[in-house]
């Protein structure tokens, strides 16, 4: 159960003014080096992005590409000899 707030025109008491310490919203944003490029996925892939990005409700794109940023900083991170794997025949 709400209980109702009651106002009243009592006196508040010392009161500090303190300056404003926050960042502009422009700066709140955060903004990484963006690459446009154009990319051909399969139907049944988009379809599961876009099923769980509404589900999360977030943009399937940011989805795709936070899985492919994860992707690239997990195998940065191994050795250069991990890296290249031959396939002997």
């Known amino acids: 159960m709400k209980r ?3 106002y009243t025109d009592e006196a508040l008491g010392d009161i500090e003014v303190v300056d ?3 960042p502009p919203p422009d700066q709140l944003v955060l903004k990484d080096d963006g690459v446009k490029v154009t990319i051909s996925l399969s139907k049944r892939s988009v379809d599961f992005f876009k099923a ?4 999360s409700k977030t943009s399937y ?4 590409r936070r899985l492919l940023d994860t ?3 997990h195998y940065a ?3 250069p000899s ?4 031959r396939i002997e025949r």
Do not use: C, P, V
Not at 61 to 64: A, L, V
Not at 82 to 85: E, V, Y
């Open 52 to 55: 769980e990005a509404g589900r």
């Open 4 to 6: 109702k707030i009651r």
């Open 61 to 64: 794109q940011r989805m795709i």
């Open 20 to 22: 404003d310490f926050l």
């Open 71 to 73: 992707y690239a900083e």
């Open 77 to 79: 991170k191994r050795s």
């Open 82 to 85: 991990n890296r290249t794997r």
